[in-house]
């Protein structure tokens, strides 16, 4: 919880740019791009909505992570966001994080 307010204190999310927050849980995980200034979530995505398909190098919840941040990227580009700015939540930058972070990437989004 510290660390998670520490991170999000230096992040600021705006309708040019909004934050691409992303919550991980045991299971899941949940990608969302809030702006910040109004307070409103543009685009959401749930790895519940996701059908597990193959990856390349990733297997299992990997694998789902990244198709999560190629769909969230897919919604992103539906409302001409192209630049965002990523928020892990005070989660570590590896494994699922990362995946999600690469997914979107390589689908178009800049941060």
Same mark, same amino acid.
């Given at each position: 919880?510290?660390? #998670?307010?520490?991170?999000?204190?230096?992040?600021?999310?705006?309708?040019?740019?909004?934050?691409?927050?992303?919550?991980?849980?045991?299971?899941?995980?949940?990608? #969302?791009?809030?702006?910040?200034?109004?307070?409103?979530?543009?685009?959401?995505?749930?790895?519940?909505?996701?059908?597990?398909?193959?990856?390349?190098?990733?297997?299992?919840?990997? *694998?789902?992570?990244?198709?999560?941040?190629?769909?969230?990227?897919?919604? *992103?580009?539906?409302?001409?966001?192209?630049?965002?700015?990523?928020?892990?939540?005070?989660?570590?930058?590896?494994?699922?994080?990362?995946?999600?972070?690469?997914?979107?990437?390589?689908?178009?989004?800049?941060?």
């Amino acid at each position: 919880m510290i660390r #998670q307010k520490r991170v999000r204190a230096r992040i600021l999310g705006t309708a040019e740019k909004p934050r691409l927050n992303v919550f991980r849980s045991l299971r899941f995980i949940f990608a #969302q791009l809030i702006d910040d200034v109004s307070g409103k979530t543009l685009a959401s995505v749930h790895s519940k909505s996701i059908k597990a398909g193959e990856v390349k190098d990733k297997k299992g919840k990997s *694998a789902l992570a990244y198709l999560t941040g190629k769909a969230l990227a897919e919604r *992103a580009r539906s409302l001409n966001i192209k630049h965002v700015v990523f928020d892990r939540a005070g989660c570590r930058y590896h494994g699922r994080v990362k995946a999600l972070a690469d997914g979107a990437r390589d689908n178009g989004l800049e941060f």
